[in-house]
């Protein structure tokens, strides 16, 4: 899906999606991301939803954010919540929805002003 919005200067922007790749300002990544106003980082959570681990949600914490989106594919989906303990342990805000509503809510809040990131997690090809 292809995201129309406009461009705020030097802000990374999601301006699509699909089931194998994010689109970043317009540039194509395959695999799992996190992403914030500033920063993206490729190759987060490599394994896709079931290889998700503890270390994978401190990437996420380090990222010195207020709130963490956690976008699961194309369906909603529940990590384990031990999973979570780096956040729930710094008092980082977040919400798991599916991977649309992540790239929508996070160009919205990205786009405040807002002290975001994204965790937005492709599936591995079988």
Known sequence: M?????QNAGINMVTGYGAD????NKVRHEGSLLLTADRIV????AGGFEG???ADFAAARDLGVEIV???TGA?????QPALLRPLINARIG???MDLAAACRTYNILVGEGRSVAAALI?????
Do not use: Y
């Open 69 to 71: 989106l956690v976008g």
């Open 122 to 126: 492709l599936d591995p090809p079988a």
């Open 42 to 45: 490729a190759g987060w959570a």
């Open 75 to 79: 369906r909603q989906r529940f990590p």
């Open 52 to 54: 998700l681990t503890e």
């Open 21 to 24: 790749h994010l689109m970043v």
């Open 2 to 6: 292809k995201l129309n919005q406009d």
């Open 94 to 96: 977040f919400e798991i």
